[in-house]
């Protein structure tokens, strides 16, 4: 196991306020791919301007569907890791926690984290591609769908390349870096604004801050940043431990 920093075991044990960043490393041991790990990437084998843009989305709907119908099945089938129950569990032992996430696979969620601010939206809803509107149910077959007001294109509520964030998501998330005591960044790539500048926030308002990866990542971050490198479903769990030794396992 990694050499705790002192400092963020006792900073956890005291928070009020504890905020976590999440990104595609943290569900990679669930078997769901990242966006940027080199050959196993989602976009190291797909153009993002295809399949994650409106302009891709209007010039084959039928692709761009079936592509995230594919995701949504994998996602579907997969069970949430336990770095993402390391997070539900924290959840209920600091006084106050903010788990801002830029998944889209509701895994979190299904580990039991009862507030979970998504940044990038949700696989698992669909929206009118013109009137935003989101249906209660669809029909997830490969037939690309149409919306029961206007007759508009259905299309994944997650957010696109060249898309506005959910405000309230966005500001809540803004809210939680600038109040936090301490903040998580975990298996994220931190390349995507405006989540990237999320730790650099909290840093700023005085948050300590641990990033963790599988790579050396946080590195860049420079010396006021700590960081850890490995497995979400490894350090979280054990970080958790470290910080509360009498929880019961998780
Ligand atoms: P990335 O694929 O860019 O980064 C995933 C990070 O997780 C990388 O830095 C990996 O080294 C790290 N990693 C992989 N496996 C890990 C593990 N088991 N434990 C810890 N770390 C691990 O994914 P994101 O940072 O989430 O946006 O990407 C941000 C956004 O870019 C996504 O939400 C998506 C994408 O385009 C939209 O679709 C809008």
């Known amino acids: 196991m990694p050499v705790w920093p002192a400092e963020v075991i006792a900073a956890l044990r005291s928070a009020e306020h504890v905020a976590v960043l999440t990104g595609a490393g943290v569900s990679a041991e669930s078997g769901i791919p990242t966006f940027r790990d080199a050959l196993t990437g989602l976009w190291e084998n797909y153009r993002p301007e295809d399949l994650a843009t409106p302009e891709g989305f209007r010039r084959d709907p039928r692709l761009v569907w079936s592509w995230y119908r594919t ?12 770095g ?9 032992v600091v006084p ?20 979970v601010i998504e940044l990038h939206g949700n696989i698992g809803r669909v929206k009118c591609f013109d009137c935003s509107r989101i249906p209660d149910r669809f029909d997830d077959t490969e037939a690309l769908g149409h919306c029961g007001f206007c007759g508009g294109m259905l299309r994944p509520d997650v957010v696109w390349f060249g898309e506005f964030l959910p405000p309230l998501a966005l500001s809540r998330a803004q809210e939680a870096a600038l109040s936090c005591d301490v903040f998580l960044s975990i298996g994220t790539s931190n390349v995507v604004e405006p989540a990237a500048s999320l730790p650099w926030t909290a840093a700023r308002h005085g948050a300590v801050v641990l990033v963790v ?13 700590h960081h850890l ?16 030794p009498d929880l019961l396992p998780i």
């Open 84 to 92: 993402h129950r390391a997070l539900a569990a924290m959840e209920r």
């Open 213 to 225: 990866n599988t790579t050396d990542e946080g590195q860049r971050f420079g010396e006021r940043i």
């Open 229 to 244: 490198t490995g497995l979400s479903g490894e350090i979280v769990p054990a970080l958790l431990r470290a910080a509360w």
């Open 71 to 82: 995701r949504r099945l994998r996602v579907g089938t997969a069970v949430p890791n336990a």
């Open 96 to 115: 106050r926690f903010s788990l801002v996430t830029q998944n889209v696979d509701g895994l979190h969620e299904r580990a039991g984290s009862r507030d």
